[in-house]
């Protein structure tokens, strides 16, 4: 009996960390560069395309406040077509990575935005392209910010995976709903619960230390 | 220097005019801005003519928003005139795209008030950031970048980062970076304005160095008079978008003519009659009134004892009161005020006396 729910618990960890690490890998992937985008996309800035600015911030903030619930619902025929089917934790991945996006976008779009903009004159000054600029200044000055964004992400991606047992998506917060609630086993809500908290304890301490790491400001004490 | 019509520019007659251009010439340029709300224009510089003569070290002064900022701007292309042109080294910059503006950048350094070093690399990494964007390899951005350090004065903090070092010695990195790519031109825009008085004085001795070892032209813009008083071989004022007066940093120190010019040096050149003197000053001579005058000792006879002479051959009882000696680029500038007891005959002779020595004076009132 007891080894049986801790293989249901390894289990469902293992689908936890499958849709996390993939909805993030993607997401990150294209939220990344959406982020760098809007952050520098207004007037008179380095790739500035104030319309198209505008058009991405609406679409970003539409997701955004969309509840993820409704948006994995309502994607159901997206995910068909991109997953080949709308059940399972496999394709439960494309609603979270579509969630994702905006998300991280709006992070990275912060830390870039945090830049000193006196770097981005000081490149400019010495004769680098638009791309040397994203890629020398703004994304290396922006590190720590990107990698505290990225753990937040992650943090956030842990809870929202908890929902995609609506879709058979399985991972930890299914675990939890099935045997805990519907099945009155509060202990397999506990451990469930204990698992999530370590798991958000271990992303977040990682993320800490290297965002410290690459961060060569100085220190306030 | 222009060539007689019909004369062809070869050889050294080419190499001399050459030699003649300025580094830099703004030409009839002018800038505007839309403000804040969009609507009305903002003139920050204003049918602007001025050039800066190769391998000297010119500063421009003026208030802030006075337009320093965008002309030093210009010179790079960071900015874009309105309408005139901006020629460095021969190279109409204001007529270039972004993408031909690239390899002139590279050969016009650039130094920030708030240094502007990349926070995420070391000291070295920092330096060697202008020689990656121009695709120099490795070795070859060791071979340069250590020698620069060198000449700073930094190569023992070639692997600390920014924060780890002061704001001179962050300004030093900011010098060493912008010379990596062996620029013909250095823009210091406000370099000094956020260090003390000390460290002030040791980087402009730096870019001092810099310009005799390297023959670089340096421009220079600054608010602090002092900054111009010690570096500058020349400098020229800026007030309301345009130059209102320019020339040898001696000569505008020593012979402000321009109101602005005047307002800016009032702190900086010269003596402060104490409050007691000023406040009795009246403008007209009064009968058995001191007369107060100012001497100036600009050349070499200010070794002279002009008021022990004055004195003993006119009879006069001199009473100083207040004195100073500046250096200005290089060169003693001495004022003395003193008051005398002479009628207006006496003091024209007295004057004349003091000219004849080969000094200059000013009268400045009468006191009872």
């Known amino acids: 009996m007891w080894f049986e729910i801790l293989r249901l618990i390894v289990n469902a960890t293992g689908e936890t960390l499958y849709m996390v690490a993939v909805s993030a890998l993607i997401g990150s992937l294209i939220g990344g560069p959406l982020g760098i985008f809007l952050a520098t996309s207004r007037r008179g800035e380095l790739f500035a395309a104030p319309a198209v600015n505008g058009i991405l911030g609406i679409v970003v903030n539409a997701t955004r406040s969309t509840p993820f619930i409704i948006l994995v619902v309502a994607i159901i025929p997206f995910t068909r077509l991109v997953a080949g089917t709308s059940i399972g934790t496999s394709a439960a991945i494309v609603p979270l990575t579509i969630a994702t996006i905006p998300f991280v976008a709006r992070l990275i779009e912060t830390a870039i935005r945090d830049v000193d903009p006196g770097l981005v004159e000081a490149a400019r000054a010495m004769g680098a392209t638009r791309l040397q600029i994203v890629s020398k200044v703004l994304i290396a000055e922006a590190r720590p910010g990107i990698t505290l964004g990225i753990t937040l992400t992650v943090v956030s991606l842990i809870g929202y995976s908890a929902m995609v047992g609506a879709v058979g998506g399985g991972g930890l917060g299914d675990l939890g709903i099935r045997y805990g609630y519907q099945r009155f086993m509060p202990s397999v809500m506990l451990a469930v619960v204990v698992v999530l908290i370590v798991l958000v304890q271990i992303v977040q301490t990682v993320g800490d230390l290297l965002a410290r790491h690459f961060d060569k400001r100085a220190r306030r004490t | ?368």
């Open chain 2, 1 to 368: 220097m222009n060539a007689p019509a019909g004369q062809r520019l070869e050889g050294p007659g080419l190499a001399a005019h050459i030699a003649q251009e300025p580094a830099i010439a703004f030409r009839n340029v002018s800038k505007s801005f839309a403000d804040a709300g969009g609507a009305a224009k903002v003139t920050a510089l204003d049918a602007l003519d001025f050039a800066v003569p190769r391998s000297s070290i010119t500063c421009i002064i003026g208030r802030s928003g006075a337009g320093k900022s965008t002309l030093i701007r210009l010179v790079n292309g960071l900015e874009k005139p309105t309408s005139g042109s901006v020629i460095v080294d021969g190279t109409d910059v204001s007529a270039l795209s972004e993408s031909a503006l690239r390899p002139v950048r590279r050969s016009i350094g650039m130094i920030f008030q708030h240094f502007n070093l990349l926070t995420s690399r070391t000291v070295y990494d920092n330096v060697a950031l202008p020689l990656e964007i121009a695709g120099v390899n490795r070795r070859a951005i060791e071979a340069k970048v250590m020698p620069l350090l060198d000449l700073v004065g930094l190569a023992d903090k070639s692997r600390r980062y920014p924060s780890e070092l002061s704001g001179g010695q962050k300004q030093r990195v900011g010098i060493a970076r912008a010379l990596a790519t062996d620029p013909k031109v250095l823009l210091s825009d406000e370099a000094t304005s956020a260090l003390d008085p000390e460290t002030t004085r040791s980087i402009l001795g730096l870019l001092k160095r810099i310009n005799a070892e390297l023959g670089l032209t340096v421009l220079l813009i600054t608010h602090e008079m002092q900054v111009v008083k010690q570096v500058a071989d020349r400098v020229a004022v800026i007030d309301g978008g345009r130059i209102v007066e320019e020339g040898d940093t001696y000569s505008v120190f020593t012979r402000p003519q321009h109101p602005t010019t005047r307002t800016l040096l009032a702190d900086v050149v010269g003596v402060h009659l104490p409050a007691f003197v000023t406040s009795r000053l009246s403008p007209e001579p009064k009968p058995g009134a001191d007369a107060v005058v100012k001497v100036i000792f600009t050349g070499p006879n200010a070794t002279e004892p002009v008021l022990a002479k004055l004195g003993e051959t006119m009879g006069l009882h001199l009473n100083i009161l207040a004195g100073a000696v500046d250096e200005i680029s290089g060169r003693p500038y001495g004022t003395l005020v003193v008051s005398m007891d002479a009628g207006p005959e006496t003091l024209a002779r007295a004057r004349g006396f003091i000219h004849d020595l080969g000094l200059e004076t000013e009268v400045l009132g009468y006191v009872v």
